[in-house]
C-alpha cells in the first residue's frame, strides 16, 4: 500500500505540472518526469532486436536484427516502404505481440531498465503507457466505438496511477485543451469527431501519463494536407515544452522531415542507415535510402522524380547477403555477403560501398 501511495503521489505532482503547461509555447516543470540524458547515456537502446511470425508459408522476419539509440528529446524517424517492418518494429518495442510470434529476441533498454527481461506483467506496470506509448495507425479504429472519448483518455490514469474518475477526467479535460480540442468533446463518441480531431485525441491518450518516449505510427495518415500540418505543429510543440522523445514511423518522407533529429532507414526488416536528419536528407548514404528521396517530388526543380526498380523481396524467404542488392544500381560481387555496419560517428550504414573508408563497427545485424 505504502507503494501505491508513493506513486499516486508522485504522479499526481506530475498531473499538477502538466496542467500547469502550456503547449502553445511556454516551458513545463515535470519534476520527476523531466528526463536527463546524464553522460550520454541514451532513453532508448535497442541491440539485435528481433520479431519472427510463424504462418503457414514460414517464417516471416518482420523484425531482423534491428539496431539503434534514441537520446532524450529526439524525433527519430523510421522511414521505408510498406511492408518493410516498421509497424512490426513499434509491436516489439511496446509488446504489443499477436499469437503467432515465431521468435521475440534482442535487448531493448529504455533508460536503465532492460525491458525485454520483464515479465509480461511487470512489463505492463512499469513500462507500457507509463514510460512508453502510442499513437496507432488509423485513430477511429484503435478508439472504442460505444465508450465516449473522455472515459478513454481519462482510464490509463485510473488504471496505473489509482487517480480517481474525477481527477481522471480532469487530467483529460487539461490534455484535450492542450492538442487543441474542445473540452466539451469529452462526452462525445469517435463517431463523432473528425479524422483530425480522433488524431488529437489518440494524442492526448499517449501522453496522459507522461510518458518518456511516444510511438507514432502513420499519425497522419488518411488526413487532409492542412490537418497533417497542425498535427505537426503540435507534435513539435509538445517535443519542445515537455521534452518528449517520439518514434515517428512513416513512409512519407517530405511529411517526416517536419520532426525528424534522426532519420533510420528500413529495408526488409533490417535498419541499413541511421543519419542525422540534416545530413540524411541532404546527402543519404544507402543507395536505397538515395532512391527514396530521388523519389521525392521537389517544388522547385523540373527534375522528374526518380523510382526503384523491382519489388521488395520476401520476408519470408529474404535472399541471403544485402537484402537490398537484387534492386541496387551500384551492386558488385561482394554485395551476397551480409555487409558490416560502417560507423560514421553520430551515422551508420550498412553497405559494402563503404569497404576501407571508414572502419566497420562492432555491432553486427
Known amino acids: ?34 528526463i536527463v540524458a546524464e553522460g ?50 513499434a509491436k516489439a518495442l511496446l509488446r504489443l505481440l499477436p499469437r503467432n510470434v515465431g521468435e521475440y529476441s534482442g535487448k531493448v533498454w529504455l533508460k536503465d531498465v532492460e525491458t525485454m527481461s520483464l515479465s509480461d506483467e511487470e512489463y505492463r506496470k512499469r513500462i507500457r503507457w507509463i514510460k512508453m506509448s502510442m499513437v496507432p495507425q488509423a485513430a477511429m479504429n484503435s478508439l472504442n466505438p460505444v465508450l465516449r472519448v473522455g472515459d478513454q483518455v481519462a482510464e490509463p490514469v485510473m488504471i496505473h496511477y489509482g487517480a480517481t474518475q474525477k481527477e481522471a477526467m480532469t487530467q483529460a479535460a487539461k490534455l484535450f485543451q492542450n492538442v487543441g480540442v474542445p473540452v466539451d468533446f469529452l462526452t462525445r463518441y469517435p463517431f463523432e469527431l473528425s479524422g483530425g480531431m480522433r488524431q488529437r485525441v489518440a494524442i492526448a491518450m499517449s501522453l496522459v501519463t507522461g510518458p518518456d518516449l511516444v510511438i507514432l505510427d502513420e499519425p497522419t495518415s488518411a488526413l487532409d494536407v492542412l490537418t497533417q500540418a497542425n498535427i505537426f505543429n503540435l507534435l513539435k510543440r509538445i517535443k519542445a515544452n515537455l521534452e518528449t522523445s517520439f518514434i515517428l514511423i512513416t513512409h512519407d518522407i517530405a511529411t517526416s522531415s517536419e520532426l525528424a533529429d534522426i532519420v533510420a532507414v528500413m529495408y526488409a526488416g533490417q535498419i541499413i542507415e541511421v543519419s542525422e536528419s540534416h545530413r540524411f536528407f541532404s546527402a543519404p548514404r544507402h543507395p536505397y535510402s538515395a532512391k527514396l528521396m530521388a523519389s521525392v517530388p521537389k517544388l522547385r526543380s523540373r527534375e522528374e522524380p526518380d ?9 519470408i524467404n529474404p535472399p541471403t547477403g544485402c537484402r537490398f542488392a537484387e534492386r541496387c544500381p551500384s551492386r558488385f560481387e561482394k554485395c551476397s555477403v551480409e555487409p558490416p555496419i560502417y560507423d560514421f560517428g553520430e551515422d551508420w550504414v550498412k553497405c559494402w560501398l563503404y569497404e576501407g573508408k571508414v572502419k566497420p563497427d562492432e555491432r553486427n545485424n
Open 40 to 89: 550520454g547515456t541514451p532513453l532508448l537502446r535497442i541491440e539485435d532486436l528481433k520479431l519472427h511470425f510463424v504462418t503457414t508459408r514460414g517464417s516471416v522476419q518482420a523484425v531482423d536484427g534491428v539496431n539503434f539509440n534514441l537520446n532524450t528529446n529526439k524525433a527519430v524517424v523510421v522511414v521505408g516502404e510498406s511492408g518493410c517492418g516498421k509497424s512490426s518494429l
Open 1 to 34: 500500500m505504502s507503494e501505491l501511495k508513493t506513486k499516486s503521489d508522485k504522479h499526481k505532482a506530475t498531473l499538477e505540472a502538466m496542467a500547469k503547461a502550456d503547449l502553445m509555447g511556454r516551458e513545463v516543470e515535470l519534476g520527476e518526469k523531466r
Open 307 to 315: 523510382f526503384i526498380l523491382g519489388k521488395p523481396p520476401s520476408l
